[in-house]
Each structure stands twice: as C-alpha cells, then as structure tokens.
C-alpha cells in the first residue's frame, strides 16, 4: 500500500509543484472508499492484496458496490476503488506554503484574483482507480453499517475459550457487570446447512457469521432455546479440540520431516451470549419470540451465537461423516486423511474427526490458507455434539480408512485396519500429489 500511495503522489505532484513550491506528502492525503466511507484502522500497512481482503470482508456484498466505485467505471475484478482527500488546510498549516489555485472553489479562487476552478486528477494503478476528491476541509466520515436494511444492532458478551496443555477445552462466561458489544446482525439467514443457520455480523468494525441451531431431527425450528446453547458449546469445543490436535499433527509432520499441506488452519471463533433487555424478545435473527422467550424463564436460559470470520462461501469437502476417501493424489485432501488418522491414534482410539471441509482465506501475513470448519467428532461415548455417531462411527471409519503417504512417514499405527494399506499396495503412492 505504501508503494501504491507514494506512485499516486509523485504522480498528484506533477501538478501540484506547477503551482507551489511544497509537495504533497502521505501525511496530506486522507484514503477512503467510494463514496466517502472510512477504510479499516491499520488497513494500509500491509500490502495491497490484504488491504483488498480486509475491505473484501466487509464491503464485497454491499448493495452500493463500495468496493467498486462508481457504475460507470465498471472496474474488472478485483479491483477497489480508492478516492483521496488532500487535507488542504493542514498542508498549509503544517509546510506555510499556499496550495495550488485549482483546490479551491471558484468563489474561493476569485478572492485570491486567481482563474482557475477547481477540477479532479485521476490515476490507474494495478487495476486500482484513485480520484482525488480536492476539498479545502475533509467531509465527515459516515458508516454505511448503520444504512444497510434488514439488519439489528444486538448487544453481546464473548466468552473466554482456552485449551490446556492436554487438549481440554474450557469456556468460561464474564461477569455479569460486563459491557457489552454492540454489533450489526443480519435479521435473515445469507446460508443454512442441514443443522444450522448463517447470518452476517458486523462485530467492532469487521466482518464475521453467526451461527445457531435449527435442525436436529425434531423438525424445522423445532430447537428450544437451551438445545441451541448447549449444541454451541460442544460446537466450540470441538473447534478447540481440532485446533489442539492440528497443533500437534503439524509438530509431529515436523518431527518426523514428513511433508504435509502447511496451509490448514481452524476457523478462529468466539461465542456470543445474546444480551436481551427485560420486557425485550431476543433478536429477529434468533427466531424466538416474546412470549416464547418468557415461556422459557429468561433467567435460567442462553441465546447463544457462535461467531466465525466471514470468509468465501466456496467450500471443499474431504471426508463425510462416515466417508473417507484418502485423495492419494491431492496433497491437501491427503494430509487431511493422515490428520484424521492422527487423531484416532493421539486419542488412543477414542476420538474421529469427520465432515473435514475448508474454505479459502487469507490470514495477516497476506498468506492464503485452507480454513477447517463444521467438522464432526464420534467419540466413544458418542457425547461431542449433533452428528456424534459413537463407537458406530469409529469402527466405520477404522473400516474405511486408507492409509497415504504421509501415515507411512508419520508412523502411524496400521493395525486393526482393513483397509489401511490398500492404495499404496495398489500403487497409489508412486502418483501421488507432488510437493
């Protein structure tokens, strides 16, 4: 972003030195997007593919097309348009010197006996139109959250989630004398999946999903409140978990120098109690009415949201909840397959990780990753969460396990299953994906 600025300057310069003898400095320009709306604190100090991915997040889907500026540009993607406010008063203030005639008004220009109105300079750079707005004072900033139809502000609380040393997971709740955080939540589902439902979140100026039960198996909408709240629970927990066990498969790959996908992350999260005020029904997005939420005891229930970063709605699938194809020849999908392998052997054969799917990002380093989400867990006493099959469901998956490459080089157990040496005696492994 630095670069990107210091182009357009040198390029601004060559007609604002025409008419002063200062030049214009980063300090002197203001960035925002079209139409005036403020860009991310910090936003410009990476590069431009991250400031295009922070703003990406919140603005993609805007019905006013922020990112892409004004209509008849019609920009190629991806692209953002930028507009930047020279900060004309400051200029002079700070440098003494009297800026060129053609940023002031006319009316202004004629009580300095000077001809020239004011006008705009343009620049494309990287596919990226900047307009300078010339002003003799900045316009306010508005939000355009605030605008958007369709949306609540709901108030929160967030939970604190940390995992010990030995994978346990712990939730712990603030006090109740917390101040809560007010964010933006969508009135209407953007997605749903078989058991849950998605809505866009604005939540301290970014962009992430709530998510909440509303199927599971008594029929649609048919969840009470506490089902919802604890399903949630076990829902981050199982996040946390998979988040240890990533941990320690991808030190163990390291250990072992065997070669693995170094991309795979899990979805950061958070949990959210809904903050509801007395006499009050919870959010329009939670689907529970008043007299509904007062038939429950307001007191002794959680409206409770699980919170992920908004992120692409392309989604690639590696394993089902009882399917495990070993993607001998894909590198990501078969170090999905050891990783699950992994898990069964770390939790001495206790624990499957199942319904394994990501979705593309990019995290702040500007490095693009392979998000893990949604993932199911069997366990032996089938007591993790919606989709927890027991020991049914890890014996399926001991039954069709394959095992690739990346099980051998880790020193996985292969005893007990049936399948496990399946694609590598047929010859799998002399094609598989290269690193």
Request: glycine residues 8%; hydrophobic residues 35%; charged residues 25%.
């Amino acid at each position: 972003m630095n670069n990107m600025l210091t182009h357009l300057l040198r390029h601004w310069n060559l007609d604002w030195e025409k008419d002063c003898d200062e030049s214009l400095g980063p300090e002197h320009i203001s960035l925002r997007l079209h139409g005036n709306v403020a860009i991310q604190p910090h936003s410009t100090a990476g590069s431009l593919g991250q400031f295009f991915d922070i703003h990406n997040r919140i603005h993609g889907n805007h019905p006013k097309k922020i990112l892409q500026g004004p209509n008849t540009l019609k920009l190629p993607a991806p692209a953002v348009y930028l507009e930047g406010l020279i900060l004309v008063k400051e200029f002079e203030d700070k440098t003494g010197a009297v800026a060129p005639r053609f940023v002031y008004s006319e009316k202004e220009n004629r009580k300095r006996k000077g001809s020239e109105a004011g006008r705009t300079m343009g620049s494309n750079v990287k596919r990226i139109r900047s307009q300078t707005n010339i002003s003799a004072a900045p316009v306010p900033l508005r939000s355009e959250i605030g605008d958007l139809p369709g949306f609540s502000k709901i108030s929160f609380v967030f939970a604190s989630v940390s995992v010990d040393r030995d994978g346990t997971v712990n939730i712990e709740w603030p006090a109740p004398t917390a101040t809560p955080t007010v964010c933006i939540l969508q009135d209407t589902p953007v997605a749903q999946g078989k058991t849950k439902k998605v809505y866009k979140v604005i939540c301290e100026g970014m962009p992430w999903v709530a998510k909440r039960f509303f199927e599971i198996g008594a029929g649609d909408e048919q969840v009470e409140i506490q089902q919802n709240a604890d399903f949630l629970v076990q829902e981050a927990t199982r996040l946390g978990k998979t988040g240890y066990y990533l941990g320690q498969f991808i030190a163990e790959a390291k250990r072992r120098n065997t070669s693995i996908d170094d991309t795979i992350a899990v979805t950061e999260f958070k949990l959210g109690l809904e903050v509801v005020a007395d006499d009050s029904a919870p959010s329009p997005a939670s689907g529970i009415s008043l007299e509904a939420y007062r038939a429950a005891d307001p007191s002794a229930v959680q409206v409770l949201w699980l919170f992920e970063p908004r992120r692409s709605s392309a989604v690639d699938h590696w394993s089902g909840t009882n399917e495990y194809p070993p993607w001998h020849q894909n590198k990501l999908g078969s170090t999905l397959n050891a990783f699950a392998h992994y898990v069964y052997q770390i939790s001495q054969e206790t624990t499957v990780i199942a319904d394994l799917q990501t979705s593309k990002a990019v995290n702040e380093q500007g490095d693009g990753i392979n998000v893990l989400f949604d993932m199911m867990l069997h366990t032996t006493n089938g007591a993790s969460g919606v989709g927890d099959h027991g020991q049914n469901g890890i014996d399926t998956f001991v039954a069709k396990h394959e095992c690739v490459r990346r099980c051998v080089g880790l020193r996985l157990d292969q005893e007990g299953f049936e399948n496990a040496l399946k694609g590598l005696e047929d010859g799998d492994s002399a094609v598989e994906d290269d690193d």
